[in-house]
């Protein structure tokens, strides 16, 4: 089954706004990664100055099936923030199969931001905006298989 949750993204805030939301739900953050913990990666922009230390991924977990996910927007890693794109949906299908059909299917007359690929922290990953101008990051966790 897939699961559906909201991405948020922030100007430089989402530290802040992830500690509010904490103090409001409760929980704990099982990660916290920071631009400057990413590695090297070919093909991609170097970090603008200023940004190692943004939120690259946040994670705060509100119920078994609820996960309140976020970062930094920064230059250069994803499309430029404006009021109205500062979120995402992620759909986490249960096989790396599913996670390429979905990937495919919202993609087509759409825009791949980020094609499907194994990323550095484990997940099969990809972004794209739908034809409806819907930002989507599709992730499969490696491990479920």
């Not at 089954?1 to 559906?4: I, L, R, S």
């Not at 913990?37 to 946040?58: F, S, T, V």
């Not at 739908?130 to 499969?140: P, Q």
């Given at each position: 089954?897939?699961?559906?949750n909201?991405?948020l993204?922030?100007?430089?805030?989402?530290?802040?706004?992830?500690?509010?939301?904490?103090?409001?739900?409760?929980?704990?953050?099982?990660?916290?990664?920071?631009?400057?913990?990413?590695?090297?990666?070919?093909?991609?922009?170097?970090?603008?100055?200023?940004?190692?230390?943004?939120?690259?991924?946040?994670?705060?977990?509100?119920?078994?099936?609820?996960?309140?996910?976020?970062?930094?927007?920064?230059?250069?890693?994803?499309?430029?923030?404006?009021?109205?794109?500062?979120?995402?949906?992620?759909?986490?299908?249960?096989?790396?199969?599913?996670?390429d059909?979905?990937?495919?299917?919202?993609?087509?007359?759409?825009?791949?931001?980020?094609?499907?690929?194994?990323?550095?922290?484990?997940?099969?990953f990809?972004?794209?905006?739908?034809?409806?101008?819907?930002?989507?990051?599709?992730?499969?966790?490696?491990?479920?298989?």
């Open positions: 089954m897939t699961t559906v909201i991405y993204n922030f100007d430089g805030t989402c530290e802040e706004a992830f500690t509010f939301y904490k103090s409001v739900f409760g929980g704990e953050f099982p990660y916290v990664g920071r631009f400057k913990d990413m590695p090297p990666q070919e093909g991609m922009p170097p970090l603008p100055e200023g940004a190692a230390d943004k939120i690259m991924h946040i994670s705060l977990p509100l119920s078994k099936e609820t996960v309140l996910m976020g970062s930094d927007s920064v230059s250069g890693f994803g499309p430029e923030l404006k009021s109205g794109n500062n979120f995402a949906i992620t759909a986490s299908p249960d096989s790396r199969e599913e996670a059909r979905i990937f495919n299917a919202l993609s087509e007359d759409g825009q791949v931001t980020m094609a499907m690929n194994q990323t550095f922290w484990g997940d099969y990809g972004m794209l905006t739908d034809k409806f101008g819907i930002n989507w990051m599709i992730s499969f966790a490696q491990e479920q298989q």
